[in-house]
């Protein structure tokens, strides 16, 4: 069993930054693949970005390459969301999520095993 908690949401203006962190408890973790979605009022989840165990394989939402990176601590069992250059757009709640398919970094939602409860991040204009 994995569970996880996000955290580093918050309020910034457009252009800023944030980090997120995605924090697990359970030694299989480190053997998952994370994703970053998020959800902003009246649309679906969509697509952020993901890790793959060893880091090695790594995706991005066209929307956010260039100006988020993801990277995990398995030492730590964390991974975190760097997000640079802030747009109001990316305002939304950010969840995280883990795969035990550890090998492959996943844009499907429904291959992700566990959840976190999100964070809110919200960008002012």
């Known amino acids: 069993q994995v569970q996880l908690v996000e955290s580093g949401g918050g309020l910034v203006q457009a252009g800023g930054s944030l980090r997120l962190s995605c924090a697990a408890s359970g030694r299989t973790f480190r053997a998952c693949a994370v994703g970053w979605f998020r959800q902003a009022p009246g649309k679906e989840r969509e697509f952020v970005a993901a890790?793959?165990?060893?880091?090695?394989?790594?995706l991005y939402a066209d929307s956010v390459k260039g100006r988020f990176t993801i990277s995990r601590d398995n030492s730590e069992n964390t991974v975190y969301l760097q997000m640079n250059s802030l747009k109001p757009e990316d305002t939304a709640v950010y969840y995280c999520?883990?795969?035990?398919?550890?090998?492959?970094?996943?844009?499907?939602?429904?291959?992700?095993?566990?959840w976190g409860q999100g964070t809110q991040v919200t960008v002012s204009s």
């Open positions: 999520g883990a795969d035990r398919r550890g090998a492959v970094a996943s844009m499907w939602s429904y291959e992700y095993d566990y």
């Open positions: 890790i793959n165990w060893n880091s090695v394989n790594v």
